[in-house]
């Protein structure tokens, strides 16, 4: 992947590449998730052209980064907003190997909203063999929000967040 080069080409406060990663994805309006010292007004994130959603994507799943969970909160935000070239997401998914993380991200984002089309393509596609499930990464409700009703109290409803 590519990252490393598109990191030293755009530079952030950021130390680590997780931290670097989160600053692009809210440089791109996703917000489930930021970094405290983020306020970098400097920072100029790299454009679709130069660095994919795909590849943003599938950059925050990637195993080979430490235990950041919300790192994949924000990944699983751009895929609830419905809008990805399937064909690239599923090469760099291969090539990578994210597909057991993405699996897992699916099964959880069904849950909240089973009819999803582009979480049930993903969830198709990562597929590990017929009667296998995938742990789940995070709880299907660090994916989504509670819907208030007309008084604005819980209505026991959920929403993706996208």
């Known amino acids: 992947m590519k990252l490393r080069g598109v990191r030293a080409r755009f530079p952030s406060t950021a130390i680590s590449v997780e931290d670097w990663l989160i600053d692009v994805a809210n440089a791109r309006g996703a917000q489930v998730v930021s970094r405290e010292m983020s306020h970098d007004g400097g920072f100029k994130a790299p454009g679709e052209s130069v660095f994919s959603t ?19 909160r924000l990944a699983a935000q751009f895929i609830s907003r419905g809008t990805l070239d399937r064909e690239e997401f ?73």
């Open 90 to 162: 599923l090469q760099l998914t291969i090539r990578e190997r994210t597909g057991q993380v993405l699996h897992g991200l699916a099964e959880s984002a069904l849950r909240v909203n089973p009819q999803h089309e582009l979480w049930l393509w993903v969830h198709q596609v990562t597929g590990i063999g017929p009667g296998k499930t995938t742990p789940p990464l995070l709880h299907w409700s660090r994916l989504a929000f509670p819907e208030p009703d007309h008084r604005h109290i819980a209505s026991g409803r959920w929403k993706l967040v996208s």
């Open 54 to 72: 795909e590849e943003l994507i599938t950059a925050l799943c990637l195993s080979s980064l430490p235990d950041r969970l919300q790192s994949l």
